[in-house]
């Protein structure tokens, strides 16, 4: 019996003596994925900014809306780009003929997110763009050099969670940055990483999953550091701004959700759970019912990730999945995040052996984040939340696996 045991354990947790990704493909694979993203932008770019073809806009289009909201506050007060007309008017201005929707990006952010864009707004729209491209690529690739092992971290800087971002010219990379940096210090400096995490706060529903963990982890530093940059963030937001910012955000927020649930927004760019069952069935309590089921065992998976020891890998792997799959309001771009789950996944299988058809499922949510910009509009199916469920159940599984004695467990 005892014999039969070691078996299958060897069986399940010993990589083969050779495995397609080694390391050496592993390296190709992400230089030729980087190889490609550069020709993509640059085709991208010498077609909306050389040719000019119409209807073609540059990379990032999304970024006008932060540029257009750091304008507005600057010029007439920090309430107003959350007035969908004010905000239209500058955003066409910047980008002519931009057709997203009814003409306009809403501004969805609270105040405290205002408070990192202004500087934004004293540069022209040209150079602040490649500010804050350049400097949230460099912040993520950063936070996976400080993850990643050396001979791995060129698969973390070419996954293309960040060619989304880019893309779509959204804040996602900056806040992963934020997260990654912070779990990968958590344990040697909580009150920075509490300090990073608080910063996470900006974007509230990517954030919700944090004081959880560290609460049942009883980290006190790292929640009480988190805790005090959030309060400050929004007392010093207050004190610029004033209250109604704070009102007309609650506004939009409230139209955001009406728009999700009258299916206007972009479905088959939402890895959520919600955009999944709405596009199958189109019935909102179906979408909300099986959402919330999916989001409470999300928040079950984090606390017996947390609660009890483990490894510090599957811990950070669990959390970074389950904050994804708890709000319903999500969007590709946000899937950078899916990144650090996948860096953790591979340090802890790198270190403690692999289970079989582990590496291929991480190549696959590797690849997951391309599903919206390539298929999302095309295929009435949404596969996004079903990866990041595969992804949470696995790092759950290896935390089973250890707890019952069954593989190792790193430092």
């Known amino acids: 019996m005892a014999a039969t045991h070691i078996g299958t354990r060897r069986a399940l947790f010993s990589a083969p003596a050779t495995h397609w990704l080694d390391l050496g493909r592993l390296r190709m694979y992400s230089r030729v994925a980087l190889v490609c993203y550069a020709l993509y932008f640059g085709l991208w770019t010498l077609r909306a900014c050389v040719l000019d073809v119409p209807g073609v806009f540059a990379p990032g289009a999304d970024f006008v809306v932060f540029w257009s909201a750091a304008k507005l506050a600057l010029t007439s007060g920090a ?53 804050f491209f350049a400097g949230g690529a460099g912040w993520y690739a950063w936070a996976m050099l400080r993850t990643l092992p050396r001979g791995a971290w060129l698969a973390g800087v070419a996954f293309p969670g960040i060619a989304v971002v880019l893309a779509s010219g959204q804040n996602a990379l900056w806040l992963a940055g934020c997260a990654g940096l912070a779990l990968a210090c958590l344990r040697s400096r909580p009150v920075l990483a509490g300090v990073l995490l608080g910063l996470v706060t900006v974007k509230p529903h990517l954030a919700l999953m944090i004081p959880v963990a560290l609460l049942c982890a009883r980290n006190w530093r790292a929640l009480g550091a988190m805790v005090a940059t959030s309060l400050a963030l929004a007392l010093v937001a207050l004190l610029a701004f004033g209250t109604e910012p704070y009102a007309a955000f609650l506004r939009n927020v409230g139209m955001a959700v009406a728009e999700l649930e009258r299916g206007a927004a972009l479905l088959g760019r939402m890895p959520t759970v919600f955009a999944a ?132 467990r790193d430092a």
């Open 79 to 131: 309430a107003a780009p959350y007035d969908y007309a004010m905000l239209r008017q500058v955003e066409l201005a910047t980008v002519p003929g931009l057709a997203i929707g009814d003409g306009v990006l809403p501004w969805l952010y609270p105040p405290t997110f205002l408070l990192f864009v202004l500087a934004f707004g004293l540069l022209p729209y040209g150079v602040a763009t490649f500010v």
């Open 277 to 408: 069952v709405k596009m199958l069935s189109g019935n909102l309590a179906w979408s909300y019912a099986l959402h919330g089921m999916v989001a409470a065992a999300a928040l079950a998976a984090v606390i017996y990730a947390w609660v009890r020891p483990c490894s510090y890998a599957l811990r950070a792997a669990v959390l970074a999945c389950a904050g994804l799959l708890v709000p319903a309001y999500l969007y590709d771009y946000d899937l950078a995040f899916l990144g650090l789950a996948i860096a953790w996944l591979g340090i802890h299988g790198h270190r403690n052996g692999w289970l079989r058809g582990e590496r291929e499922l991480l190549v696959l949510l590797w690849l997951l984040p391309m599903w919206g910009m390539s298929l999302g509009g095309w295929v009435g199916f949404q596969p996004m939340p079903l990866g990041l469920m595969l992804a949470l159940a696995l790092g759950v599984w290896r935390i089973r696996q250890e707890r019952t004695g069954k593989a190792s």
